[in-house]
């Protein structure tokens, strides 16, 4: 039975019993020490971690009081009241509940009057000064001694718990977010996850099955007044399915979608974010699963429009690329075309392009991608009309017909995300398909960025040049130079390069590296830019590396050989005075 507080605020009720009754010894040294406060104090409020529950009832000191303590205090309170109310709050991952014998001998009990969830609280109104024993236990017994966290506060009741392992829809999912209006196209969408984890529902208090702390999935659902919203799972063995919705209310599920397998209907569903946790019914290694999402039914059972089907393997093969990635670009032999209408299976629910075309239900090709500096292109190049369809880590859809010019479909991504994309080759009509390459590039479209009027690292070097060996002195190597020119490097050398430059280097170093790094930075007035070919021909480009608008570029283990370096200015005019610093030890800075 759980004690009613009086006025809904909370106010903590007293027990008038015998001292000599309770089992419960005030004068006990309290397990996890004692502390003195005064009205006012501060910080509010004061926390105490410990570990609630033990084997006594609390109902020992009051048949009203529920739950297990132990026979000695949890925490001793001296407090020396004033003109505030007195808050004592006890938060974790189970039910707690709260026992105090307050300075005058009288008895005080709670369950879940802290007002958030299974959490306990009391408050005292004028509360009387001297010392408060509190007792911090759990309302069920056997489930051992579960990490707490006590709050002392004339503010409030504080529900916080860092000890907490709960289910916890804050943190990042494992597998993505699926971002759905009303009338979604591709229904349902699918998601390939591993159902199970260390922790069982049931001990918080929601659903029951075995899960990680993080969701595996995020849906953030835009609403309807039409549909319901309907999310279920498919597996081998028995799981379940446990969502927590944008109101924070619980959705569980075990065999609604049949065959052992979940299925959470919502009906007229709120606007927000629904955390997706998909867990086994027992413990155990995961279980490859399923997830369904879905305005129409359970697992899919519906007269399904087109689909393209991100979670079916490619039919040519995947690739992991890095940022910088070389060879550029990569090419990839598909067969474009299809039998599924694009515009049926997409709609208008690109974030990019127009839908059209004609693909296969599976993925032409995958990349797993992890985004630096540079854009990311993808194109494709084929005899006939050609389009590209591409799903990006996000979840959402890009198309294009003839961005890459003649026909050819090209997609750029400016600041690409990291992670998977899924890439369709289609053709324009529907019987059309045949041979095509993909390319993927960080670049240009087709086979890669090709300068109209490149710099010419074999001319003569505007500021001379040097022969430098690691352990050189002095250092920092200091040449003063004219920064700037007419030509673009982003068009004259490499897409990730900024500034205006001269066709000449400025400076050509032929370096042989000892045991340390090789830093090259350039100091001026101005904003100015870096490009650098180095010995194996790439290109390295900065901005501000070295601070204060001076750029650095950083060779850890340099390569030996010739260095041809430009000093840029960032926007267009006249050139600019400027110092070129080349070190061992650091960015030169003056």
């Known amino acids: 039975m759980k004690l009613q507080l009086m006025t809904g605020a909370a106010l903590a009720a007293i027990v008038a019993i015998a001292p000599a009754v309770a089992v419960q010894d005030p004068s006990a040294s309290p397990a996890y020490g004692a502390g003195a406060l005064n009205s006012g104090f501060t910080p509010d409020p004061v926390s105490i971690g410990l570990r609630a529950g033990g084997a006594m009832p609390a109902s020992d000191a009051s048949e009203w009081c529920p739950g297990y303590v132990s026979y000695q205090p949890s925490y001793n309170l001296d407090y020396d009241a004033g003109g505030y109310d007195l808050y004592l709050s006890a938060a974790a991952d189970v039910d707690t509940v709260l026992l105090v014998n307050a300075p005058d001998g009288s008895w005080h009990c709670d369950d879940d009057g802290a007002g958030s969830g299974l959490n306990a609280g009391m408050m005292f109104e004028d509360p009387q000064s001297g010392v408060y024993n509190i007792w911090v236990g759990t309302y069920g017994s056997g489930g051992g001694y ?262 050819n479909p090209g997609l750029r991504f400016d600041d690409p995300q990291s992670g998977r994309y899924d890439i369709w080759v289609g053709t324009y009509g529907e019987y059309d398909g045949g041979p095509a390459t993909l390319h993927i590039s960080e670049l240009a479209f087709g086979g890669g960025f090709e300068p109209a009027n490149p710099l010419d690292f074999t001319l003569p070097a505007n500021y001379g040049d040097a022969e430098l060996a690691g352990g050189f002195v002095p250092d920092p190597y200091l040449v003063e130079l004219m920064a700037g020119g007419d030509l673009e490097a982003e068009a004259a050398a490499d897409p990730s390069c900024r500034g205006f430059v001269t066709q000449a280097p400025d400076f050509e170093l032929t370096f042989e590296p000892g045991a340390l790094d090789l830093y090259i930075s350039a100091v001026s007035d101005r904003d100015t830019t870096l490009v650098i070919n180095g010995p194996d021909g790439s290109w390295h480009c900065n901005d501000d590396g070295a601070g204060n608008f001076n750029p650095g570029v950083h060779f850890a283990e340099p390569q030996a050989g010739v260095y041809d370096i430009w000093v840029g200015t960032y926007s267009s005019g006249g050139p600019a005075d400027a110092v070129l610093a080349i070190s061992e030890l650091g960015f030169h800075e003056d």
């Open 146 to 407: 579960a990490p707490a966290m006590l709050h002392i506060s004339e503010l409030g009741f504080d529900d916080s718990n860092p000890y907490s392992q709960a289910p916890s829809a804050s943190m990042a999912p494992q597998y993505g977010t699926l971002s759905l209006s009303e009338g979604f196209a591709n229904d349902p969408r699918t998601i390939a996850v591993e159902a199970g984890g260390d922790l069982e529902l049931g001990n918080y208090g929601t659903c029951w099955g075995n899960v990680d702390r993080a969701p595996d999935l995020w849906v953030d659902y835009a609403g309807s007044e039409t549909f319901d919203l309907y999310v279920s799972m498919e597996a081998q063995s028995d799981t379940t399915l446990a969502i927590q919705g944008p109101d924070g209310d619980w959705h569980c599920d075990d065999d609604s979608a049949e065959n052992l397998n979940p299925g959470v209907q919502i009906s007229d569903p709120l606007p927000g974010r629904y955390a997706v946790w998909a867990a086994r019914y027992s413990s155990g290694p995961y279980l490859p699963a399923t997830v369904y999402v879905s305005e129409l039914g359970f697992l899919g059972n519906v007269d399904e429009p087109a689909v393209l089907d991100f979670s079916l393997p490619s039919q040519s093969g995947s690739t992991a690329l890095q940022a910088g990635f070389v060879p550029d670009p990569i090419d990839v032999d598909v067969v474009a075309g299809g039998d599924v209408d694009v515009y049926e299976a997409v709609g208008d629910g690109a974030e990019t392009g127009f839908c059209r075309g004609w693909t296969d239900t599976a993925p032409d090709f995958d990349l797993d991608y992890q985004a630096g500096d540079f854009d990311l292109y993808l194109s494709a190049s084929y005899d006939g009309d050609a389009t590209l369809v591409v799903n990006a880590p996000d979840g959402s859809w890009h198309c294009d017909d003839d961005s890459a010019g003649e026909l």
